[in-house]
């Protein structure tokens, strides 16, 4: 999940909360090269242009960059880079990189030639960082994320969760707040 990190950063911040991302598969069948939002939700009867006016009223109000898609793409290379950027210090950095690029530019973050440039975006190497997908040296962490969010009965994105309590999509700083404190 790539949303709300400005929220997130707030949260540490006045709450003292430490952030666990863990990477969930999102329509892990897509392809590389995408699939059209009309393929992904075939035979759902679902109304396209009206899901996503209503997902850009909800970034606008929220502050989050959301352009005009057509296309979604497979995010396992994203998660397994965004693995590494953690390890580098950089996560909090990538993972708004690759929000805004899939969000906001509707970039296919499969591609690698995409997420060099996302990388030397934040300050990391780009070689290194194509190195580490075509080694798949985060294939394991991403795994294990997955199988977490499965136990965790997540089936949609953004999930937070605090001490066994579950909030779901996009928040505002003050539900995402609530959650902190009835936590607590």
Not at 83 to 92: D, P, R, S
Request: proline residues 3%; charged residues 25%.
């Amino acid at each position: 999940c790539y949303f709300i990190t400005g929220r997130i950063e707030r949260l540490r911040e006045e709450h003292g909360v430490a952030v666990r991302w863990t990477a969930f598969p999102l329509h892990p069948e897509t392809p590389e090269q995408g699939r059209t939002l009309e393929e992904l939700f075939a035979g759902r009867g679902l109304d396209i242009p009206r899901m996503l006016a209503h997902l850009k009223q909800t970034a606008d109000e929220l502050g989050l960059p959301f352009g005009r898609r057509t296309m979604t793409y497979n995010s396992r290379r994203a998660q397994e880079l965004g693995k590494w950027a953690e390890e580098q210090g950089c996560g909090e950095a990538f993972h708004r990189a690759a929000f805004h690029a899939y969000f906001a530019e509707g970039q296919n973050i499969a591609r690698i030639e995409v997420l060099r440039r996302l990388t030397h975006r934040i300050g990391l190497n780009a070689d290194h960082a194509e190195e580490v997908l075509n080694a798949r040296q985060y294939k394991e962490a991403v795994d294990q994320d997955w199988q977490r969010a499965r136990q965790m009965g997540i089936h949609a994105v953004p999930t937070f969760q605090i001490h066994g309590r579950i909030l779901v999509g996009a928040q505002k700083y003050k539900s995402l707040e609530q959650l902190i404190n009835s936590s607590s």
